[in-house]
């Protein structure tokens, strides 16, 4: 086939020509695979179910039962560009894998997980070969035997290990004991695949066993010779590339050559050229900018558009209608249940041997039953090389297929952790509380570096006086679990010591400058700081957030605001999806919760002790949410830097009509105490200290109320409670844009307030059920307050 065409215009027909062709076959593959996905992922399975169910039906097994379909978007003459092109994408993809395994992790496995590795590899691969004797008297008569026996074993004995991870981490099982093991047996069961991969592809040769021989030689002198050398070379790029400065573009250059020159090489050698471009992926370093600049910029690219072209051509070689009569459905039927048997039975036995209770042990065995993309890659190599015939081949692939769909459903439904609910319960889960001088305990929650300077300002602020016990704060760096390949090197830099997901200070990793600026906050003052970071999906993000506050006895959560401020003042969307995650913390934490309004509150970066000079506005209106504000501002008034005044707003007695003349104030809440004592006692306690100024103000109207909070507009940070109650609250906001910063908070994010001051909105824990805050023309009731129902089940702690 000719590159180009000329153009319809001119007589010629796309279709007939490599490139078009080749972008309208790109075009269609990515639009199924990403439409199967999103109807997939209610039933949590993983992408690559979607991928290979998506390249089977562009086949022959479904819409290539359409011939003229077949001819047209398909046709053989275009099979060897789209086998190329489908090859290229694999080798930088299988070099992305590489990066996901750190040897260095593998070096820390311990003796129980490899045991289980080798008891998930072992069995398998023998029951493997029992089936291939099977096979081969039946659909697979005049194949070559011991390459043949090979395939098999290897075939059954695969774990995904990409895939494993991903579904760990939809199912919130990545720092349980569970997770760690099947992580750790399956990075081990990746290695020993890739070499038994290598075994089969030197066996299946058609040459004499001396060749075979001399493959696997050459084989092992290659990643002799990779080993020694190539670490030397990319230990000496990294250095060269510090850590905030871009990579070098001709290091970048000179990786990818090298992974395609590792692919020449092993091709040569008669392996595959897979095998080159892994072994290449392995020996970067992890740590440091230049393992992630290499991932941002080969990864979209190559598994975006390139790697679903693997899918069709796997899925053109698969045809489900081979697959007919009682015999052949019978050995698909004895393919699953060997398959399921061996890696499940062979795990469970080793992990019950290694006293894991009988639950964790029967996840971990379906979990390792996982099939993936390499155990694509071993069909299609054994397919190529006629070592698995049409029949086989196919009934290989919807093993792959049905062993992995079952995974998810079948772990929810053996393995049910205890609820992770709090063993002992903890009475301090607001700020407002009898003795202030307890401890207190943030869970302070950022997405990026720029959340960082307000927040490290907030925590300064909070910190209290020396004669309290301090303020702990637990710093939570939330990061996203995605599809893409990076997200697994991500989820392995946060792992050290086996501990997934807890980073500790002295363990982490140098170019985290997160964590560097905490620690230096921890080091400047008397605060204790602890960094952690949290991996999971968008969806399930709150739940970390509400089990972590939970596990660490947290009395308040403080979340990033879903908007930043722009340079002309205002306030610009970040990510639309933090929006949820915030609602759904408000709607079910099991302690108090702020949101953070930052307008560079204490400058960009982190003001020492000795120079901080802030005055917070603290408005009040009524209701507990106004009282734990007023709880926190007090605490941070005790800061020598900060002055504190506390504006109370009352309706008047003769307004005409706006507000309403009943004030629900003065009534004592749910939680038995009343406003007005609240008040009187806390205007007892800071009769002496200076810094705190305390104004009551009589409203008629909304106009009254709004010009006198204008008049606090050049302070640096307004506090305010998230549901106020009474009438005044009630009639200050025409329109609420964002329900979870209630009236007043929406009030002083309004492009209409003109303003400087950063806001902090508080919601107080309580055990009532909430519903959401709405406005309303209210003339005399109080506005309505937001849930904070049971936690749901979320991430253990290790």
Known sequence: MKATSNGVFQGDTPLDFALPLAILQICLV??????????????????VIAEIVGGILLGPSALGRNHEYLNTLFPVKSLTVLDTLANLGLLFFLFLVGL????????????????????GIGLPFIMGIGTSVVLRGTISKGVSGPPFLVFM?????????????????????LTTDVGRMAMSAAAVNDIAAWILLALAIALSGTGSPLVSLWVLLCGAGFVIACVVILPRVFAMMAQRCPDGEPVDEIYVC?????????GFVTDTIGIHALFGAFVVGILVPKEGAFAGALVE???????????????????????????????SWGLLVLVIVTACFGK???????????????????????????????????????????????????????????????????????????KRESKTEYKHRTFERQDPSDQFRLLACFHSSRNIPGLINLIEASRGTEKRQGLCVYALHLMELSERPSAILMVHKARKNGLPFWNKIQQSDSSNQVVVAFEAFRQLSRVVIRPMTAISAIHGMHEDICESADRKRAAMIILPFHKHQRVDGTLETTRIEFRSVNRRVLERATCSVAILVDRGFGGSTHVAASNVSSSITMLFFGGK?????????????????????????????????????????????????????????FRKRIREDGSIKYEEKVVNNPVETAESIRGFSKCNLFLVGRSPEGPVAACLSAKIECSELGSVGNFLTSPEFV????????????????????????????????????????????
């Open 100 to 119: 996901e395994l750190d040897p260095k992790a593998l070096k820390r496995t311990g003796k129980k997980a490899f045991a289980i590795a080798m008891a």
């Open 254 to 262: 000179a990786t990818l050559c090298c992974v395609l020159a590792a």
């Open 755 to 798: 303003t400087s001051a950063s806001v902090l909105v508080v919601q107080q824990y309580s055990t009532e059920k909430r519903s959401t805050p709405r406005h309303s023309t209210m003339s005399s009731g109080k506005v309505a307050e937001l849930p904070a129902g049971e936690m749901e089940e979320g991430k253990m702690e290790v």
């Open 297 to 327: 910029k080969v990864e979209d690219l190559v598994s975006g558009l390139f790697l679903p072209l693997y899918f069709v051509s796997s899925g053109l070689k698969t045809n489900v209608a081979t697959i007919h009569g009682a015999q």
């Open 30 to 47: 990515v639009a199924l695979t990403r439409a199967l996905a999103f109807v997939l992922r209610p039933m949590r399975q993983p992408r």
């Open 153 to 173: 074993g290897v075939a059954l004995s695969i774990t995904a290990f990409p895939v494993l991870a991903r579904i760990l981490a939809e199912l919130k099982l």
């Open 344 to 418: 499940i039975v062979g795990t469970v036995v080793v992990s019950l041997l290694c006293k894991m209770p009988f639950q964790e042990a029967l996840a971990v065995g379906f979990l390792m039953n996982t099939k993936g993309l390499v155990e694509l890659i071993v069909l299609n190599i054994g397919r190529d090389r006629k070592v698995l015939n049409e029949e086989t081949f196919s009934i290989l692939v919807l093993m792959a297929i049905f062993t992995t769909f079952i995974t998810t459903p079948i772990v929810m439904a053996v393995y049910k952790p205890a």
């Open 625 to 681: 949410d106004d009282r734990e504000a007023l709880a926190y501002g007090a605490r941070m008034a005790e800061h020598p830097g900060i002055s504190l005044t506390v504006m109370r707003y009352v309706a008047g007695q003769n307004s005409p009509g706006e507000i309403s003349t009943v004030d629900l104030n003065d009534g004592p809440d749910s939680s038995g105490i009343s406003d007005g004592e609240y008040l009187a006692e």
